[in-house]
C-alpha cells in the first residue's frame, strides 16, 4: 500500500486528535481561588486577614519541596534572576556568564541591571553550558555564573560548584525548565548560591506568571526579600487583623517584585500535582524513546545516570538530516508538526544572535563607546550551539501527559516524515517561487 502524502502537502496528519490542555486545574484549583477572591487580600502587601497568606504557605512549601530554609516568591523567572543578582551584588559593568543556547531571559535580566552578559559555548551531551568554557571565559570582571538546567536534562553540575568555589564567583542555578529535577537525590536550585524558577505558563509548575528564589543563605533571603518588596520584610510580631505584615527594613534599594496571592493560591494548589506529573511524563518518554529505537536518524537526548529524577519541559531529540533527505531543521520541525498537531521547534537561536537580545537598542545613557560595544555578543563564537540549533528539534511537555498510544503517534510521525522526506523538496521549491514572485 502506497503511504499517504505528507499532511504538510495535503496528505492526512498521522494525528488530529488534541494533546492534553496546559495549564491544568481542577476543583480544588477553582477553590483556593475563589477563597482568595472572597478573603479581601490579595497581596502580600495587603493586610492580615486572620490567616497566613498563600504568599508565605507556598514559600514555606517550596523550600520544604527543596529542602532549604527559604524561598522568595517573585513576579517571572527574569525577575528572580534579577533578585538573586541583585542580592549577590552584581552590578553595572560586572560581566555574568550565560549560556549561548537558552532562552533570550538570561541575558536580558542580566543587561537589565547595567550587566554584560557574557555567552558560553554549551556541551552536546546535555546541550547546558560547558564547564570547560565557562572557565576560559572568566575575567577579572566576572562576578556570577548564571547556569541553566535546560530541556530536560541538568547541567555538569557538580563541575560548576567546583568552578565557583576555587573562581570565587557566585552560582545562580536557573531551574525555569527543571522544577523537580534531581541529581544524585538533591533537587537542582539547592547547589548554587540562589536557585533561580520561572512560574510562566509554560513551565510544567505555574500560576501563569510567576517565579521564585531559593536558598540556604538567611543572608541572601533576607536581601531577596527587601529587593521583592519595596525594602520591606515579614515582621516577627504576631500579625494582627486589619494591620499590615511587613515592616519597613531599607537593608537594600528595593522595588515591587510580589507575586499576588492569586498567583500564590494557584503555585501552592498545583505543586501538590508536580512530582505525580513529573514521572507521568518521565515514563511517557521512556515508551517514546523505546518506540524510536526504530526510526533511523532520531535519537532523544540521554540523561547520566547521576540525573535520579529527570524532568520533561522540552524533550529533545537529535535529527541526523541526512536520514530527512538534507532538510534543514526549521523544515523537518514544520512537516512534523503538521503530522502531529502541535508545537514541533528546533532549539533556541544562539545567544550571540538571538533576534530577542538588542542591546545596542536600549537606551544608552552615557555609557562610553566601549563600554557599549562590550554588551554587542555577536563578536563571541558558539559553535557547539550553532550546531545544536542546526540538528535539534524539541516537543513540549503536555504531549506527554497522553497515552502511551500517543506517543506511537509520535513516533509514526517521524518515521513517515524520514521516509517521504524527499516530498518536502517541493516545499522548498514552493518558497523560492514564492520568493521569486515578488
Ligand atoms: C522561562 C524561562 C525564563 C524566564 O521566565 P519568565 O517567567 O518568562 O520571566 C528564564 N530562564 C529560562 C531558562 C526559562 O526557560
Same mark, same amino acid.
Given at each position: 500500500?502506497?503511504?499517504?502524502?505528507?499532511?504538510?502537502?495535503?496528505?492526512?496528519?498521522?494525528?488530529?486528535?488534541?494533546?492534553?490542555?496546559?495549564?491544568?486545574?481542577?476543583?480544588?484549583?477553582?477553590?483556593?481561588?475563589?477563597?482568595?477572591?472572597?478573603?479581601?487580600?490579595?497581596?502580600?502587601?495587603?493586610?492580615?486577614?486572620?490567616?497566613?497568606?498563600?504568599?508565605?504557605?507556598?514559600?514555606?512549601?517550596?523550600?520544604?519541596?527543596?529542602?532549604?530554609?527559604?524561598?522568595?516568591?517573585?513576579?517571572?523567572?527574569?525577575?528572580?534572576?534579577?533578585?538573586?543578582?541583585?542580592?549577590?551584588?552584581?552590578?553595572?559593568?560586572?560581566?555574568?556568564?550565560?549560556?549561548?543556547?537558552?532562552?533570550?531571559?538570561?541575558?536580558?535580566?542580566?543587561?537589565?541591571?547595567?550587566?554584560?552578559?557574557?555567552?558560553?559555548?554549551?556541551?552536546?551531551?546535555?546541550?547546558?553550558?560547558?564547564?570547560?568554557?565557562?572557565?576560559?571565559?572568566?575575567?577579572?570582571?566576572?562576578?556570577?555564573?548564571?547556569?541553566?538546567?535546560?530541556?530536560?536534562?541538568?547541567?555538569?553540575?557538580?563541575?560548576?560548584?567546583?568552578?565557583?568555589?576555587?573562581?570565587?564567583?557566585?552560582?545562580?542555578?536557573?531551574?525555569?525548565?527543571?522544577?523537580?529535577?534531581?541529581?544524585?537525590?538533591?533537587?537542582?536550585?539547592?547547589?548554587?548560591?540562589?536557585?533561580?524558577?520561572?512560574?510562566?505558563?509554560?513551565?510544567? +509548575?505555574?500560576?501563569? /506568571?510567576? &517565579? =521564585?528564589?531559593?536558598? *540556604?543563605?538567611?543572608? @541572601? !533571603? %533576607?536581601?531577596?526579600?527587601? #529587593?521583592?518588596?519595596?525594602?520591606?520584610?515579614?515582621?516577627?510580631?504576631?500579625?494582627?487583623?486589619?494591620? +499590615?505584615?511587613?515592616? /519597613?527594613? &531599607? =537593608?537594600?534599594?528595593? *522595588?515591587?517584585?510580589? @507575586? !499576588? %496571592?492569586?498567583?500564590?493560591? #494557584?503555585?501552592?494548589?498545583?505543586?501538590?500535582?508536580?512530582?505525580?506529573?513529573?514521572?507521568?511524563?518521565?515514563?511517557?518518554?521512556?515508551?517514546? &524513546?523505546?518506540?524510536?529505537?526504530?526510526?533511523?536518524?532520531?535519537?532523544?537526548?540521554?540523561?547520566?545516570?547521576?540525573?535520579?529524577?529527570?524532568?520533561?519541559?522540552?524533550?529533545?531529540?537529535?535529527?541526523?538530516?541526512?536520514?530527512?533527505?538534507?532538510?534543514?531543521?526549521?523544515?523537518?520541525?514544520?512537516?512534523?508538526?503538521?503530522?502531529?498537531?502541535?508545537?514541533?521547534?528546533?532549539?533556541?537561536?544562539?545567544?550571540?544572535?538571538?533576534?530577542?537580545?538588542?542591546?545596542?537598542?536600549?537606551?544608552?545613557?552615557?555609557?562610553?563607546?566601549?563600554?557599549?560595544?562590550?554588551?554587542?555578543?555577536?563578536?563571541?563564537?558558539?559553535?557547539?550551539?550553532?550546531?545544536?540549533?542546526?540538528?535539534?528539534?524539541?516537543?513540549?511537555?503536555?504531549?506527554?501527559?497522553?497515552?502511551?498510544?500517543?506517543?506511537?503517534?509520535?513516533?509514526?510521525?517521524?518515521?513517515?516524515?524520514?521516509?517521504?522526506?524527499?516530498?518536502?523538496?517541493?516545499?522548498?521549491?514552493?518558497?523560492?517561487?514564492?520568493?521569486?514572485?515578488?
Amino acid at each position: 500500500m502506497p503511504q499517504d502524502r505528507l499532511a504538510i502537502l495535503g496528505g492526512t496528519p498521522v494525528r488530529t486528535r488534541p494533546w492534553p490542555k496546559w495549564p491544568r486545574a481542577d476543583q480544588e484549583t477553582e477553590r483556593v481561588l475563589l477563597q482568595v477572591l472572597h478573603s479581601g487580600r490579595w497581596a502580600l502587601s495587603g493586610a492580615y486577614a486572620g490567616e497566613t497568606c498563600f504568599e508565605r504557605r507556598f514559600a514555606a512549601a517550596f523550600a520544604e519541596y527543596h529542602g532549604v530554609p527559604y524561598c522568595t516568591p517573585t513576579t517571572s523567572g527574569s525577575a528572580s534572576l534579577t533578585l538573586a543578582m541583585l542580592a549577590l551584588n552584581v552590578g553595572p559593568g560586572d560581566e555574568v556568564l550565560v549560556p549561548a543556547l537558552t532562552w533570550v531571559a538570561c541575558a536580558s535580566s542580566v543587561l537589565a541591571i547595567g550587566a554584560v552578559p557574557v555567552p558560553v559555548d554549551i556541551d552536546e551531551e546535555n546541550l547546558a553550558m560547558s564547564p570547560a568554557a565557562a572557565k576560559a571565559a572568566i575575567t577579572d570582571r566576572t562576578r556570577a555564573i548564571m547556569l541553566v538546567h535546560p530541556f530536560c536534562t541538568v547541567a555538569a553540575i557538580e563541575s560548576f560548584v567546583e568552578l565557583s568555589r576555587t573562581a570565587k564567583i557566585p552560582l545562580i542555578e536557573d531551574c525555569s525548565q527543571a522544577h523537580g529535577a534531581a541529581w544524585k537525590q538533591q533537587r537542582v536550585g539547592t547547589f548554587g548560591d540562589v536557585g533561580c524558577f520561572s512560574m510562566q505558563q509554560s513551565k510544567v +509548575l505555574t500560576s501563569g /506568571e510567576g &517565579g =521564585a528564589c531559593i536558598t *540556604r543563605s538567611r543572608e @541572601l !533571603s %533576607e536581601r531577596i526579600e527587601q #529587593l521583592r518588596s519595596d525594602g520591606r520584610l515579614f515582621s516577627t510580631a504576631t500579625p494582627r487583623t486589619g494591620r +499590615l505584615e511587613l515592616s /519597613e527594613v &531599607g =537593608a537594600v534599594q528595593g *522595588r515591587n517584585l510580589c @507575586l !499576588s %496571592e492569586f498567583q500564590a493560591a #494557584l503555585l501552592l494548589d498545583r505543586l501538590q500535582h508536580l512530582d505525580s506529573e513529573n514521572e507521568y511524563r518521565a515514563a511517557r518518554a521512556l515508551t517514546l &524513546g523505546r518506540l524510536l529505537q526504530d526510526v533511523r536518524g532520531v535519537t532523544p537526548l540521554s540523561a547520566p545516570a547521576d540525573l535520579t529524577s529527570r524532568t520533561y519541559y522540552n524533550i529533545v531529540f537529535r535529527i541526523d538530516r541526512d536520514q530527512f533527505a538534507g532538510h534543514t531543521i526549521d523544515t523537518i520541525a514544520r512537516a512534523l508538526a503538521d503530522e502531529l498537531n502541535t508545537n514541533v521547534n528546533p532549539v533556541y537561536r544562539p545567544m550571540n544572535r538571538h533576534p530577542l537580545y538588542q542591546p545596542l537598542k536600549a537606551p544608552r545613557g552615557d555609557l562610553s563607546e566601549p563600554e557599549w560595544q562590550r554588551r554587542d555578543i555577536s563578536r563571541f563564537a558558539t559553535p557547539v550551539a550553532e550546531k545544536v540549533r542546526a540538528n535539534y528539534l524539541t516537543l513540549t511537555h503536555p504531549v506527554l501527559l497522553e497515552d502511551d498510544a500517543s506517543m506511537e503517534d509520535i513516533s509514526r510521525a517521524f518515521a513517515k516524515v524520514r521516509t517521504l522526506a524527499p516530498e518536502l523538496r517541493e516545499l522548498v521549491v514552493d518558497a523560492a517561487a514564492a520568493r521569486q514572485a515578488f
